[in-house]
């Protein structure tokens, strides 16, 4: 956890000694670099399961912050950073080898955004919302 992430430009995660034991991190405000930036140095963080960044700065494109993260991080379920509310509820993003996964978010307001899985589907099946 990063609670005060003032003038963090996110190659501090360079320096880790042991990148695949990091399973959360939390970005506090003051970040220097905007998420879809800093999301990049996350790559050796292979095991990954959930990142949240502080709601500012936010971006213009979730798919900016998504699309890196998916690719270096297989095992991340779930994301929150501020973004703007023309994002929409769904977005697609490419995995090595031209496959495609989904992440999605409660309504525009939200800021945190889960991978969707055959078990995400089956719950809203079972209680009865549609995808």
């Known amino acids: 956890r990063l609670d005060s992430a003032q003038g963090i430009h996110g190659t501090c995660l360079s ?4 990148p ?14 905007a998420p879809h930036l800093f999301a990049r140095y996350l790559s050796r963080c292979r095991n990954l399961r959930d990142v949240a960044f502080s709601d500012s700065p936010a971006v213009n494109s979730a798919v900016s912050v998504l699309e890196p ?11 929150s950073f501020g973004c703007g509310d023309n994002e929409g509820l769904t977005v697609a993003v490419r995995r090595p080898k031209n496959t495609s996964v989904l992440w999605s978010r409660a309504d525009a307001s939200t800021t945190t955004w889960t991978l969707e899985t ?14």
């Open 15 to 18: 320096a880790l000694p042991r």
């Open 69 to 79: 993260l998916t690719r270096s991080c297989p095992l991340l379920r779930t994301v």
């Open 20 to 33: 695949d034991l990091l399973r959360s991190l939390r970005v506090g405000n003051g970040i220097a670099t």
């Open 118 to 131: 055959a078990l995400n589907e089956e719950w809203r099946a079972v209680v009865g919302l549609s995808p």
